[in-house]
């Protein structure tokens, strides 16, 4: 059994920084797909970003290109999610989601393992 989790939400003021990790317990992430999505409130989730482990190739929505930035540790262990110049429309539970294998789905149902999500709040 593969458990996912999140941490690093919080709260944060307009233009601030926060850092979410994702770690998966009994295994290390090396050889799978790693993304985070997110569920606005009173919205769909949406893709935020993937980094494929394989290739160290990673993926943005447009709406975090420019001011998100994935990253994995070299251990295979926690894949990180930097998220700078945070603004309100950034508030949403931030959920990681995990893969074995190499894929280039940006859809949820393309992956296997659902943390519970982070919350994370951007004031004005």
């Known amino acids: 059994q593969v458990h996912v989790a999140e941490s690093g939400g919080g709260l944060v003021q307009a233009g601030g920084s926060l850092r979410l990790s994702c770690t998966a317990s009994?295994?290390?992430?090396?050889?799978?797909?790693v993304a985070w999505f997110r569920q606005p409130p009173g919205k769909d989730r949406e893709f935020v970003s993937v980094?494929?482990?394989?290739?160290?190739?990673?993926d943005y929505a447009d709406s975090a290109k420019g001011r998100f930035t994935i990253s994995r540790d070299n251990a295979g262990n926690t894949v990180y999610l930097l998220m700078n110049d945070l603004k309100p429309d950034d508030t949403a539970v931030y959920s990681c989601?995990?893969?074995?294998?190499?894929?280039?789905?940006?859809?949820?149902?393309?992956?296997?393992?659902w943390g519970q999500g982070t919350q994370v709040t951007v004031s004005s």
């Open positions: 989601a995990a893969t074995p294998g190499l894929t280039f789905s940006f859809a949820p149902e393309s992956f296997h393992y």
């Open positions: 009994g295994r290390t992430l090396s050889r799978w797909t």
């Open positions: 980094i494929r482990w394989n290739t160290g190739s990673t």
